[in-house]
């Protein structure tokens, strides 16, 4: 087996993966050979597409319609995955949100529908897929985070919150997962180059939506990321040579930050 196709025969789940960020870790994976679940919330006809986009690289994939910020979302995901596949070896938590807004306005059902995207999204798909992977002694984790709970500057209390949550998740599950050959990273993503978000969690659409806007000023590179920057580091983290590699979080922001 080639390095290139060193994931043949693993079974890749990834939230989230309808659109930008998502899709392009699904089609990464299954280019390294990796038989691939694509999820969404909503957007069945996208998921097919980024599903039909992998089975045209000679893997097998489907796609899943359901929202695992919900504990019944999150047991449909996983019953439709496993009516195809034995099982889960590759999981990504590329589910989440940012939405914007002031602690004074903020509601409680805002503050637990934000945690139940970012935070416990994770922990259900984790909690479902940890079982399987401990039986065969194997799997790969990678929980999407952020930058927003390395700053004080801007709106968002819940987001800080449930993105500094995710660290912890994450530092927890490597420590009691790695004696069974499982890792678990986190990959924060800083100005990504993604298409304007629509919907109730996001609302990028404006006359300031351009890079300046976005902070390219502050990037030391000098441009947005790339979404296949971000798959690259997932692909390399799911593969052999990063079996050393658990219980860390990578900052992809082009420079702009380091802790």
Not at 16 to 32: K, N, P, Q, V
Request: include cysteine; hydrophobic fraction near 40%; aromatic fraction near 6%.
């Amino acid at each position: 087996m080639t390095q290139e196709r060193e994931l043949t025969g693993k079974v890749a789940l990834v939230t989230g993966s309808s659109r930008s960020i998502g899709a392009e870790i699904a089609r990464t994976l299954a280019g390294a050979g990796a038989d691939v679940i694509v999820n969404a919330r909503t957007t069945g006809n996208e998921a097919e597409e980024v599903a039909e986009s992998c089975r045209a690289l000679g893997v097998r994939a489907i796609s899943v319609v359901a929202d695992v910020s919900q504990p019944d979302g999150a047991a449909q995901l996983f019953d439709g995955a496993l009516q195809h596949f034995s099982g889960i070896d590759i999981l990504v938590n590329n589910v989440g949100a940012s939405p914007r807004m002031s602690f004074v306005d903020m509601s409680f059902e805002d503050w637990a529908t934000c945690l139940d995207i970012n935070l416990n999204s994770q922990f259900r798909t984790c909690k479902l897929a940890a079982p399987g992977m401990i039986a065969k002694g194997w799997g790969r984790i990678i929980n999407m985070g952020g930058h927003t709970n390395l700053t004080t500057h801007g709106r968002g209390v819940h987001v800080k919150a449930s993105k500094a949550a995710v660290v912890g998740l994450m530092r927890g599950l490597a420590g009691e997962l790695a004696p069974y050959g499982i890792t678990v990273n986190v990959i924060a993503p800083h100005g990504i180059d993604t298409p304007p978000r629509h919907n109730k969690y996001y609302n990028d659409a404006g006359a300031n939506w351009d890079p300046v806007s976005r902070g390219v000023d502050k990037i030391p590179v000098g441009r947005l990321g790339k979404p296949s920057e971000i798959a690259a580091l997932a692909r390399y983290l799911c593969g052999e040579h990063a079996a050393y590699l658990t219980g860390q979080s990578y900052l992809v922001n082009g420079g702009h930050m380091s802790v």
